[in-house]
């Protein structure tokens, strides 16, 4: 071994990216510790192999490979970027294969006297990069996406406000308080609870909102269920709407009045949501079908495939929804 072959393996194995030497066979001559440790797999095995047999992939990929490294081989630099190879990580023993990606350089080198055409190949674990710029794509998508379905709350909240007003007065004050609802739960879906709200926090930020001397006219009980972002979303208008008018026509514009909140699910597999007003004297149905009405027996059992019964008794407004098993779910689940 000469002193330049000498310095040569001595830098080539200092360097901490992963690096290998091959030849016109595709075989490996030379590897670096970062390129066994990279790779998971020990010096002894790797000397010798045939790079893409070692770790073979699709025609596609491995016809890829194969054009970068004769492409290296006719003297010119190529490269190859974000290559996908499932790999075992090789800090855990007889771990399962994960979702790996690698950035190729492959290098021109001068002749080996012994091995004839030879060159480098450089590697990089992208893996990382590519997998928070997914995140980022999937945050973005998932951001539009809600973005777009509270922009059709809006228009359906302006169009049916509208509707049921009698002047402008009236319609700005109650748009302003559903839109305030819906902005609540918004926000709250915006911060730590991404992923959906319960049945219970939704509840619980509408009346806390709302009912500010009446909380303890009404009561909760149900298990632990998580709702979607879009079907919490609108699941938070629709008890808008029933506090609103247990508010201003049912339980809650008495001193007496109680409302009881339950939800369950029974034998057949759905799930049911109730709630029930008491204390009531003399209460009849409404001429006119509102908004209110409208979301509760319509657009919301519309969105969560399910179907809604309502009734105005003498006593008080009951209103019960049944949805799918797959609606809503166990949090933790």
Same mark, same amino acid.
């Given at each position: 071994?000469?002193?330049?072959?000498?310095?040569?393996?001595?830098?080539?194995?200092?360097?901490?990216?992963?690096?290998?030497?091959?030849?016109?066979?595709?075989?490996?001559?030379?590897?670096?510790?970062?390129?066994?440790?990279?790779?998971?797999?020990?010096?002894?095995?790797?000397?010798?192999?045939?790079?893409?047999?070692?770790?073979?992939?699709? !025609?596609?990929?491995?016809?890829?490979?194969?054009?970068?490294?004769?492409?290296?081989?006719?003297?010119?630099?190529?490269?190859?970027? !974000?290559?996908?190879?499932?790999?075992?990580?090789?800090?855990?023993?007889?771990?399962?294969?994960?979702?790996?990606?690698?950035?190729?350089?492959?290098?021109?080198?001068?002749?080996?006297?012994?091995?004839?055409?030879?060159?480098?190949?450089?590697?990089?674990?992208?893996?990382?990069?590519?997998?928070?710029?997914?995140?980022?794509?999937?945050?973005?998508?998932?951001?539009?996406?809600?973005?777009?379905?509270?922009?059709?709350?809006?228009?359906?909240?302006?169009?049916?406000?509208?509707?049921?007003?009698?002047?402008?007065?009236?319609?700005?004050?109650?748009?302003?308080?559903?839109?305030?609802?819906?902005?609540?739960?918004?926000?709250?879906?915006?911060?730590?609870?991404?992923?959906?709200?319960?049945?219970?926090?939704?509840?619980?930020?509408?009346?806390?909102?709302?009912?500010?001397?009446?909380?303890?006219?009404?009561?909760?009980?149900?298990?632990?269920?998580?709702?979607?972002?879009?079907?919490?979303?609108?699941?938070?208008?629709?008890?808008? !709407?029933?506090?609103?008018?247990?508010?201003?026509?049912?339980?809650?514009?008495?001193?007496?009045?109680?409302?009881?909140?339950?939800?369950?699910?029974?034998?057949?597999?759905?799930?049911?949501?109730?709630?029930?007003?008491?204390?009531?004297?003399?209460?009849?149905?409404?001429?006119?079908?509102?908004?209110?009405?409208?979301?509760?027996?319509?657009?919301?059992?519309?969105?969560?495939?399910?179907?809604?019964?309502?009734?105005?008794?003498?006593?008080?407004?009951?209103?019960?929804?049944?949805?799918?098993?797959?609606?809503?779910?166990?949090?933790?689940?």
């Amino acid at each position: 071994m000469t002193d330049a072959d000498f310095d040569f393996q001595r830098i080539f194995q200092l360097t901490t990216a992963p690096h290998a030497v091959l030849d016109a066979d595709f075989r490996i001559l030379l590897v670096n510790d970062a390129y066994c440790a990279g790779v998971g797999v020990g010096r002894e095995t790797l000397i010798g192999a045939h790079l893409l047999e070692l770790f073979p992939g699709d !025609e596609e990929r491995q016809a890829l490979v194969s054009k970068a490294f004769l492409t290296a081989l006719s003297g010119q630099v190529a490269s190859l970027k !974000e290559l996908h190879y499932a790999i075992s990580d090789p800090t855990v023993p007889a771990a399962p294969k994960q979702d790996m990606w690698w950035t190729l350089d492959c290098i021109p080198m001068q002749p080996h006297p012994t091995h004839g055409p030879v060159f480098l190949v450089r590697v990089e674990n992208v893996t990382e990069e590519v997998q928070a710029r997914g995140k980022r794509d999937l945050f973005a998508s998932e951001l539009q996406h809600r973005i777009g379905n509270v922009l059709t709350l809006v228009q359906i909240i302006a169009r049916k406000t509208a509707q049921s007003s009698d002047d402008l007065t009236a319609f700005r004050a109650t748009y302003e308080s559903r839109i305030r609802a819906l902005g609540k739960t918004h926000a709250f879906l915006s911060g730590t609870n991404w992923d959906g709200m319960t049945v219970r926090q939704v509840l619980e930020q509408q009346i806390q909102s709302e009912l500010i001397d009446r909380v303890d006219a009404i009561g909760i009980s149900g298990p632990d269920w998580r709702m979607s972002v879009l079907h919490a979303q609108t699941f938070a208008m629709a008890v808008h !709407e029933l506090i609103s008018n247990a508010m201003e026509h049912g339980a809650l514009a008495t001193a007496t009045g109680k409302v009881e909140i339950t939800w369950d699910r029974p034998q057949d597999g759905s799930h049911n949501f109730v709630w029930k007003e008491s204390g009531v004297s003399g209460l009849v149905a409404p001429d006119e079908t509102g908004f209110g009405m409208q979301m509760l027996t319509k657009l919301l059992p519309g969105q969560l495939g399910g179907k809604a019964v309502c009734a105005f008794t003498p006593t008080g407004f009951h209103y019960m929804l049944v949805v799918p098993e797959d609606v809503i779910v166990p949090v933790g689940q």
